[in-house]
């Protein structure tokens, strides 16, 4: 069975850091990609980050590409989300997802939708980014 332990979320000021976590077993992160996906309140979902486990690859929206980096330590089972720069924009839960295969996408679909609609999603953690 799937299970994630989703962690280091707070109130950061704009412009400011934040590292948030997402604790898996072994098998999951070994065989399954891993995904971030946040929900702003009135908004619908959308999708962060991805890293495969295929091969390591990465995915990342536009909306925070170049501010986040996805990351994977198999010693410590964990998946992280550093994010930078933050906007009062990423305000949003943050929860980690994955829909059981080893590849976030392809070419054409960088993302699958089940991730969204689908997957297996931790409890999330809010990060607020206001002064």
């Known amino acids: 069975q799937v299970q994630f332990v989703e962690s280091g979320g707070g109130l950061v000021q704009p412009g400011g850091s934040l590292r948030v976590s997402c604790a898996a077993s072994?098998?999951?992160?070994?065989?399954?990609?891993i995904a971030w996906i946040r929900q702003a309140p009135g908004k619908g979902r959308e999708g962060v980050s991805c890293?495969?486990?295929?091969?390591?690859?990465?995915y990342y929206a536009n909306s925070v590409k170049g501010r986040f980096t996805i990351s994977r330590d198999n010693a410590k089972n964990t998946v992280y989300l550093q994010m930078n720069n933050l906007r009062p924009q990423d305000t949003a839960v943050y929860y980690c997802?994955?829909?059981?295969?080893?590849?976030?996408?392809?070419?054409?679909?960088?993302?699958?939708?089940?991730?969204?609609?689908?997957?297996?999603w931790g409890q999330g953690t809010q990060v607020t980014v206001s002064s």
């Open positions: 997802a994955t829909d059981q295969s080893p590849t976030c996408g392809n070419e054409y679909v960088p993302l699958k939708q089940q991730f969204l609609t689908d997957g297996y």
């Open positions: 890293i495969s486990a295929s091969d390591g690859s990465t």
């Open positions: 072994a098998s999951t992160l070994d065989n399954f990609a």
